[in-house]
């Protein structure tokens, strides 16, 4: 498998599709012999990972956002509007922003439009690099297009040939993440975020940035902020809260959707739910801490043969996490929940 901040990689990707496999009864299943049982526990473990994604309100506003800002600038010359996806760790950017790109580039070659035509890159990704400079950061745009990159090169060469090679691949969308390595405290850094700006206004593409707090790396402050701050709308992506009757239905959509990717043959639809506060108390509302625990209490139902979620033990987990909290004191969610797997 192809890393997807290359073409070809981005391309493999887009083209990847994850079928639901056929749903069986657990005797089905007991009847299946060694080697059909295996490849039926592949591919629903695969669909569960890569192949079902849920649609949350947060990311169908977000990629709502992205179509309305794609559609405008393809009609401006300058001051083209953007967008930022800033959250903590383990709320779901990176891949919100890979499924928004994805997303984008089927629909292009749904409806045969140009951007997706022969020899057409619609989406660009792109992660930004530690420390990162100006012409570190062109470098991972001439990756990812597969243009070479000669030692001679100046950061003006590299910005012409990348900023000239979108515009003829009718690039319509760059997706940028890790963005927070982007701190402006750091010289190599400002160029960096200017040169972002230069090339935005030098092809025709739609720029989304996503990173940890980006709000706190100085990108939205001072004059240089000040541009961005007004033409980029900023995404912040939390954890589900549980404090209305609306967010308790928004949390136990989650969970169903979840449930039902887990492809479990012996799973009742919404026998999750009596777990809900207790599963919302062990991950804090964070998406990506919830779909970890409930893939690995899938994999411990498959291997032991029981085939549905074991409830009892969700309790089981928060009551030694209450008793370590009270033991050593409170400590940070994300790291409790990596004690508790190990």
């Not at 928004?100 to 439009?113: D, L, N, S, W, Y």
């Not at 850094?189 to 709000?215: H, P, W």
């Not at 209490?297 to 309790?315: H, P, Q, V, W, Y």
Request: hydrophobic share 40%; aromatic share 6%.
């Amino acid at each position: 498998m192809t890393e997807i901040s290359t073409k070809e990689g981005w391309r493999e990707h887009v083209n990847t599709v994850y079928e639901r496999p056929v749903p069986v009864t657990a005797r089905e299943l007991r009847a299946m012999s060694f080697g059909e049982r295996a490849l039926y526990n592949q591919g629903r473990a695969q669909f569960s990972q890569a192949g079902a994604f849920v649609r949350t309100p947060h990311f169908q506003a977000f990629q709502a956002a992205v179509r309305d800002r794609v559609m405008l600038n393809a009609y401006r010359r300058v001051g083209k509007l953007g967008l930022i996806l800033s959250g903590e760790p383990g709320q779901g950017k990176t891949t919100s922003l890979v499924e928004v790109g994805k997303a984008h580039e089927r629909r292009r070659r749904e409806t045969q439009h140009p951007a997706a035509g022969r020899g057409k890159i619609p989406v660009v990704y792109v992660a930004v690099p530690a420390q990162c400079s100006a012409k570190a950061l062109m470098h991972e745009f001439a990756r990812f297009l597969g243009l070479p990159v000669l030692n001679r090169m100046t950061y003006g060469d590299l910005l012409d040939m990348v900023a000239n090679a979108l515009r003829r691949c009718s690039t319509e969308l760059v997706l940028i993440d890790d963005v927070h390595h982007l701190d402006l405290k750091y010289r190599q850094n400002i160029e960096a975020s200017d040169m972002l700006k230069q090339l935005s206004e030098r092809c025709g593409g739609t720029f989304v940035y996503a990173g940890i707090a980006v709000e706190s790396t100085g990108l939205l402050d001072g004059e240089r902020g000040g541009q961005i701050g007004k033409r980029f709308e900023v995404h912040v992506a939390v954890p589900f809260p549980l404090s209305n009757t609306v967010e308790k239905a928004r949390w136990g959509d989650l969970l169903l959707a979840l449930e039902n990717s887990l492809c479990l043959a012996e799973q009742t639809a919404g026998s999750i739910l009596p777990a809900a506060a207790t599963l919302h108390a062990l991950t804090g509302g964070e998406i990506g801490l919830l779909k970890d625990l409930l893939q690995f209490a899938a994999l411990r139902a498959i291997e032991d043969g029981t085939e549905k979620l074991d409830l009892s033990s969700f309790e089981r987990d928060l009551g030694r996490r209450q008793e370590l909290a009270k033991g050593l004191g409170t400590i940070p969610r994300r790291t409790r929940a990596r004690t508790n797997a190990a």
